[in-house]
């Protein structure tokens, strides 16, 4: 039996698939808390263990991992404006599986260098201006990050006619060169720079984090794992040769910090009537929400929508529902199973669902024009969207899931937001997009096999789901 173990460093558990190549199938997963605070061996080890204990003795097998360990791929941007060059770096990193902490659009002050160096991140990004644009930008915020004090790489992705003063200004730190985000205003170019992220992801970072101290197990730490889950529902959308794909989806990932959201698909208007506006949208498309989380940024749900929303959702007082909330932050593993914690879990799963769809998919509005009505279109349509996918602990072990999901849909309340309007709900029970991003790596024809056998349909849904 040919059996391949695919690893994911998360910040919180250590988890592991297992594979049986021969027959496709998952032989089974386990997970422990990651130790990467003192030696990551030791939170493998233990989970390997766990696997062992419900699979029986592993003798012969490769590894494969990706890892989100010590926070994930921690990314600063600088860009020229906010909705362009900025939002178009913003693309890249969350595309290569990084996490952005902040983007700083048009020229960086003293005191966000200050901040800059506060954060030290492990990757910095500097866009500015299209090719044959803008220039003083991009060489004011080169100056301002050659005084930085932190030592971190530097991605040069901006007007390729700055290239060379950058270089030059930047000769005493790590710098990389890489093709403009957006040479044409309003047109990305972002692989260069995510093939980048992703290099210097492995040559140095994992090393950072401590894990390349089971480097002699593992056959590769191939990316960061949302690069992973991306390159799985990539495959599960498109396919692969003869196998093929189940369409454009959506997938939703919410976490207890942040709430990932991802799409498949095109997202062009439906109509002739429709203008677009904006810089073009990526096919593949990641955000992630730091504000919005299930428990150490439950928070943020609250600040959205408001205590009174909560307290209404769950009969519970105002003053209940808030102590109950930072109860939660404070006790961020408690998963209490009383039936007050049970729906207010519900209730912040739901709006985190809400708000995190809302801001991933685009918006339409009326406008009028000297030929009528007409409609203004902003980021992604995805109505059409037949299939989202769930994953994530927060959502996979909840008793009402699709009760969660109906908040990802299109509401009639609100017309402007465009989010699926009739789809199918495929639970990720056993948490395997990961893995699957991995094995597609080197077994896609199995990996996408085993994702249809394994993502299944929540029993709860309608066979028809229409429109809140």
Known sequence: MKVILLIDFGSTFTKVTAVDLKNEIILGCASSFTTVNSDINEGLSNTIEKLEQKIGKLKDYTCLACSSAAGGLRMVISGLVENVTSKAA??????????????YSYEISEEDLDEIDKINPEIFLLCGGTDGGDKKCILHNANMISKSKSNFPIIIAGNKEANYKCKNILKNKEIYIVDNVMP???????????????????????????????????????????SSVLKALELLSMGYEEESGIGELMAIDLGGATTDVYSVAEGYPQDSNI?????????????????????????????????????????????????????????????????????????????????????????????????????????????????IIVTGGSLIHLSETYNVIKYALYDTNDPTSLRPKSSEILVDKKYILYAMGLLSQLYPKIAIRIMKKELKYDGNQKQKNSER
Do not use: W
């Not at 913003?90 to 983007?103: I, P, R, S, Y």
């Not at 972002?190 to 593992?218: C, M, P």
């Open 90 to 103: 913003k693309e890249a990193c969350l595309g290569a599986g990084a996490k952005v902490l902040k983007t």
């Open 184 to 226: 044409e205003f309003g047109k990305l170019n972002i692989h260069s720079a995510q093939n980048k992220i992703r290099e210097i992801f492995l040559k140095k970072i994992i090393y950072a984090k401590g894990i390349s101290k089971v480097d002699t197990l593992i056959s590769g730490i191939l990316m960061p794992t949302p």
């Open 275 to 387: 203008i677009y506006k904006g810089i073009e949208e990526p096919y593949i498309k990641r955000t992630v929400e730091g504000d919005i989380g299930m428990r150490y940024s439950i928070e943020g749900v609250v600040e959205e929508v408001g205590i009174d929303k909560i307290s209404q959702m769950t009969s519970l007082s105002k003053e209940k529902a808030s102590q109950m909330i930072q109860y939660l932050k404070n006790n961020p593993y408690i998963i209490s199973k009383e039936k007050e914690f049970i729906n207010l879990d519900l209730a912040i799963a739901a709006k985190a669902v809400e708000i995190a769809t809302k801001r991933h998919c685009g918006t339409k509005e009326e406008i009028y024009t000297s030929n009528g009505l007409a409609y203004l279109q902003k980021g992604k349509d995805l109505t059409q969207i037949k299939n």
